[in-house]
């Protein structure tokens, strides 16, 4: 049977979501559906359904994950993620830097990826918004593996 307590600690505890209504699904009334909420400042309230459910196997290595992501406003937001999720003893993979942003994996005992990301510093720290998508930005840590990535990808077209 799926757990429900992980994802809603992190839902609410973590990214500050209120859980609404619960309902039976209507395919098949042992399967739950939860509806999470949240809002930013100044913008309507959003919602988001979470389905329980009760006759699935969680996800096996490696045939695949779901990997839900989760977007925060700033790199002060990302320390506090990672504040609560130790607090809570959930498993994670700790701040993962990835040049233009920065994740938190945070893997869910039904198989369930949970990324949660930050905006900062954003796609525009190493070039201008006009020049996004022109060619292969690399973060400087892959700049050295330059024509082994460039060999395996299609080229960009205009």
């Not at 309507?44 to 459910?53: A, D, F, G, I, M």
């Not at 701040?95 to 930050?118: M, Q, W």
């Amino acid at each position: 049977m799926a757990q429900l307590d992980p994802t809603d600690a992190t839902l609410r505890v973590v990214l500050g979501m209120q859980r609404g209504r619960s309902y039976p699904h209507p395919d098949n009334p042992n399967d739950i559906d939860h509806v999470y909420t949240w809002a930013q400042a100044g913008e309507q309230p959003k919602s988001t359904p979470l389905r329980n459910h009760t006759h699935h196997q969680p996800a096996l290595v490696p045939a695949g994950y779901i990997n839900v992501a989760f977007r925060g406003s700033t790199l002060v937001e990302r320390e506090a993620w990672a504040r609560q999720l130790r607090e809570l003893r959930l498993p994670n993979s700790g701040i993962v830097d990835r040049y233009s942003f920065c994740s938190i994996y945070c893997h869910k005992p039904n198989g369930i990826i949970f990324e949660l990301a930050t905006d900062e510093p954003g796609f525009t720290v190493d070039e201008p918004v006009d020049k996004l998508g022109k060619r292969l930005a690399l973060p400087p840590f892959r700049a050295p593996h330059r024509a082994a990535i460039e060999a395996d990808l299609p080229p960009l077209s205009d």
